[in-house]
């Protein structure tokens, strides 16, 4: 007798992963930092990844964008294993990410529109004449006005430093955006609108974004998901206000601490008040 052969709807749907890491382990000398740890990325989603200090958000973002070889693991970028891919495939995969260092780190004595322009020029196959008016669109898509161009980094505010950086980022048209701490050193009303802006590029142009943030107002209301590291293993995936109804003590304190408590007492009365709108309705025996 043969199997039942499963019919196509059986089987979950399955999920446009743009990062599918698997088991990585990450060391230097003693320090294990992360231990078999397993990160999953959706096409499309914005999320955040959080986690105390030293936790190993940085060395994590590096692994996923392959600046670092983690020790063991498995890692796939767009679908491809990046552990079987030669030199010239991981190139490619590197220019279908933009990344935003912390801090920006342009280059301080280039213009701004010098920095757009760089990776352009080193990797991308685009019209010389033209070169001028794709950094200057790059800048405007970043929210700078066009005349900042021609300022030296030294000449910005820091929220433009931040823009110049993320102009920088959209410089090959990526599909995964990455942001190292992206509104540290923002007022709020700038990381707001840095957030903002974030969701509109990913609105606007189907961005993946993935960005390590200890930002409480981005982690609550600037991201769709948010990745917690703890016990260097991603511990847990949700909204804020999932992690913070669950029991682990790490995920309390982050996300029920003296400093998280507003936003928890918030996305609480909203909960109420989306429950008080939508009441249920009589069932039709009733
Ligand atoms: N090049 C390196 N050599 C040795 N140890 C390193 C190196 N890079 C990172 N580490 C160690 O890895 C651990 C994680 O560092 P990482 O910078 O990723 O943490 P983080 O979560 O980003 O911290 P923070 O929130 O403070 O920026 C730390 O213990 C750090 O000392």
């Known amino acids: 007798m043969t199997a039942p052969s499963l019919k196509k709807t ?29 990160f999953k990325l959706e096409r499309g989603k914005i999320l955040a990844l959080v986690g105390g200090s030293g936790t190993g958000k940085t060395v994590l973002l590096h692994t996923l964008i392959m600046l670092r070889q983690a020790n063991a693991g498995s890692l ?19 220019e279908r990410i933009g990344v935003l260092f912390q ?46 161009a021609h300022k030296l980094p030294m000449e910005l505010s820091g929220g433009m430093v931040k823009r110049a950086a993320l102009a920088r980022a959209l410089a090959l048209d990526p599909e995964l955006l990455v942001l ?3 509104t540290s050193g923002l007022d709020p009303i700038g990381a707001a609108a840095f957030d903002d802006l974030v969701r509109t590029l990913s609105d606007s142009l189907g961005l993946t974004v993935l960005q390590a943030t200890h930002d409480l107002d981005s982690i609550w209301r600037g991201v769709d998901e948010v990745a917690f590291l703890g016990r260097k293993k991603v511990l847990a995936v949700g909204t804020a206000a999932e992690l913070a109804a669950r ?13 998280s408590q507003a936003f928890w007492l918030g996305a609480q009365q909203e909960k109420q008040h989306s429950q008080a709108a939508s009441p249920s309705f009589p069932s039709e025996t009733s």
């Open 247 to 259: 029991d682990e003590p790490e995920l309390q304190a982050y996300f029920r601490g003296a400093r």
């Open 103 to 148: 801090g920006g780190a342009l280059f301080t004595s280039l213009t701004v529109l010098e920095n757009v322009l760089l990776p352009i020029k080193e990797h991308g196959h685009f019209d010389p004449h033209w070169l001028n008016d794709l950094g200057i669109s790059k800048i405007l898509l970043a929210g700078l006005p066009a005349e900042s």
């Open 180 to 182: 190292d701490e992206p």
């Open 76 to 94: 796939k970028l767009f679908g491809v294993d990046i552990n079987s891919a030669n030199d010239a495939l991981r190139q490619s995969l590197r």
């Open 10 to 38: 059986d089987l979950p749907p399955s999920r446009d992963l743009v990062i599918d890491a698997e088991g990585i382990i990450n060391q230097f000398g003693s320090n294990r930092v992360h231990d078999n740890l397993d």
